[in-house]
């Protein structure tokens, strides 16, 4: 199977800019989702199709993909952003998305 | 509203087995294929098994294959996971989830677009 990586921690100033990344060689090809996780909850898709967001997530969510690096930025980060944030695309095969990068812990300063 | 209510968790001894539960509700659940992803005690996500809409092909995580059995009933709006020989290392809360997809020129984009609330199975030793 394919391999994404995640920083494991990432601190933003409430308020300021925050970008979440993703590395895979899968990305060169196939694109990446996000969701975030709140302790204790379900994981919620916030950004799917490169740049594009289910309904009722906020548009200071974004995506965007270059080379084998995908990316989430949050611009104007709330405190109840404050949440782990994993990406997920497909495997080796190309077929499944079913894989997941190790998370990104997100503080919120 | 898309609905995953799951259930079936629980505390099973080693070598025990468990069927979790995911019912559909506010999708036409026949048209989706479905995943269980897992995540153990303070650790993350784990793919662990998905099933196409017929129920035709199933595929595992090589971590639970020969132990686990996806399945799903379209009359029922139902998934299932049947967990059998279960070992210390499957403690995990278990979610289903629906796969989505969008297609704006080629490849489709998959994801997982909605989730139950996840089932704790805790396997004692």
């Known amino acids: 199977s394919s391999e994404l990586t995640q920083d494991p921690a990432v601190s933003v100033d409430l308020g300021q800019t925050v970008r979440i990344t993703c590395q895979g060689d899968i990305l060169r090809t196939y694109s990446a989702s996000w969701y975030q996780q709140k302790p204790g909850q379900a994981p919620v898709l916030v950004i799917y199709?490169?740049?594009n967001r289910p309904s009722g997530i906020p548009d200071r969510f974004s995506g965007s993909s270059s080379g084998n690096t995908a990316s989430l930025t949050i611009t104007g980060a709330q405190a109840e952003d404050e949440a782990d944030y994993y990406c997920n695309s497909r495997d080796s095969s190309g077929y499944h998305p079913r894989v997941f990068g190790g998370g990104t812990k997100l503080t919120v300063l | 509203e898309v609905q995953l209510l799951q259930s079936g968790g629980g505390l099973v001894p080693r070598g025990g087995s468990l069927r979790l539960s995911c019912a559909a509700s506010g999708f036409t659940f026949s048209t989706y294929a479905m995943s269980w992803v897992r995540q153990a005690p303070g650790k993350g996500l784990e793919w662990v098994s998905d099933?196409?809409?017929?129920?035709?092909?199933?595929q595992y995580a090589d971590s639970v294959k020969g132990r686990f059995t996806i399945s799903r009933d379209n009359s029922e709006n139902t998934l299932y996971l049947q967990m059998n020989s279960l070992r210390a290392d499957d403690t995990a809360v278990y979610y289903c989830a629906k796969r989505g997809y969008y297609y704006d020129g080629s490849p489709y984009h998959y994801y997982f677009d909605s989730w139950g609330q996840g089932t704790l199975v805790t396997v004692s030793s």
């Open positions: 199709a490169k740049n």
């Open positions: 099933i196409i809409t017929s129920g035709d092909t199933t």
